[in-house]
T-cell receptor
Framework: DTGVSQDPRHKITKRGQNVTFRCDPI?????LYWYRQTLGQGPEFLTY????????KSRLLSDRFSAERPKGSFSTLEIQRTEQGDSAMYLC?????????????FGPGTRLTVL | AQSVTQPDIHITVSEGASLELRCNYS??????LFWYVQSPGQGLQLLLK??????LVQGIKGFEAEFKRSQSSFNLRKPSVHWSDAAEYFC????????????FGSGTQLTVLP
C-alpha cells in the first residue's frame, strides 16, 4: 500500500486550455474525494464518489469541471477552458466506508498554474 | 452550514516551548473534528480526530487536542515543540450525511525558532 497518488504533481497551462488530473486511491478504499486548495486557504470540497457513482458535487464545481471514476478505481478531474482563477492545488483523498466516520487519506496534490 | 475558524494565521515558537493552536467550529450537532498537518510538497497528514467519548484525544507526534462543547473549540496542543513540527496545521469538521466531506479552516502556519 503506497497511499494515495496523484499525477501530475505540477501542471502549467495557458488560459483556455483543457487539463486532466489523475488520482489513484488506496486500493481497498471505496470513497474518493476531490478538494481544491488556494494559497493561504484550507482545502475546499469539490466532489465525492462512492465506488463509481458521483454522489455529491459542490457549488464550487462549475460546468467546466468534470470528474469521473470508472470502475470505481482511479479518478480523473478535467477542467475545460481553464481560467486564471483555476490556479490552485487539487487534492484527492480516499477512505473506506465501513460505518461511522472514516479517516480520509490525502494524496500529495496536483498544483495547477494557469498563465 | 458548518464552518471552522482558525484565528491565528501564523504562530512562531521556540524549539522546546509549548504550543497551542486554536480552532473554533460552528455546527448544529456534535461534530467530527480533525487536525491535519501539511508540510511543503506533502499531502495532508491526520494528527488526531474526535468522534465521541473522552474529550481529550491523543494523536501522533506527541500532539493532543481537547474538545470543549461549551466553547465550540478543539484546540491543538503540544508540550514541547520540535523543529520538525514547522508546517501548516488545519482544523477540520466532518458532518453526518452521505458524503461526509470535510470542511477545513484556513490554517495556521507554525514557525519554530532554534
Amino acid at each position: 500500500d503506497t497511499g494515495v497518488s496523484q499525477d501530475p504533481r505540477h501542471k502549467i497551462t495557458k488560459r483556455g486550455q483543457n487539463v486532466t488530473f489523475r488520482c489513484d486511491p488506496i486500493s481497498e478504499h471505496n470513497r474518493l474525494y476531490w478538494y481544491r486548495q488556494t494559497l493561504g486557504q484550507g482545502p475546499e470540497f469539490l466532489t465525492y464518489f462512492q465506488n463509481e457513482a458521483q454522489l455529491e458535487k459542490s457549488r464550487l464545481l462549475s460546468d467546466r469541471f468534470s470528474a469521473e471514476r470508472p470502475k470505481g478505481s482511479f479518478s480523473t478531474l478535467e477542467i475545460q477552458r481553464t481560467e486564471q482563477g483555476d490556479s490552485a492545488m487539487y487534492l484527492c483523498a480516499s477512505s473506506l466506508r465501513e460505518g461511522g466516520y472514516n479517516e480520509q487519506f490525502f494524496g500529495p496534490g496536483t498544483r495547477l498554474t494557469v498563465l | 452550514a458548518q464552518s471552522v475558524t482558525q484565528p491565528d494565521i501564523h504562530i512562531t515558537v521556540s524549539e522546546g516551548a509549548s504550543l497551542e493552536l486554536r480552532c473554533n467550529y460552528s455546527y448544529g450537532a456534535t461534530p467530527y473534528l480533525f487536525w491535519y498537518v501539511q508540510s511543503p510538497g506533502q499531502g495532508l497528514q491526520l494528527l488526531l480526530k474526535y468522534f465521541s467519548g473522552d474529550t481529550l484525544v491523543q494523536g501522533i507526534k506527541g500532539f493532543e487536542a481537547e474538545f470543549k462543547r461549551s466553547q465550540s473549540s478543539f484546540n491543538l496542543r503540544k508540550p514541547s515543540v520540535h523543529w520538525s513540527d514547522a508546517a501548516e496545521y488545519f482544523c477540520a469538521v466532518g458532518v453526518s450525511g452521505s458524503a461526509r466531506q470535510l470542511t477545513f479552516g484556513s490554517g495556521t502556519q507554525l514557525t519554530v525558532l532554534p
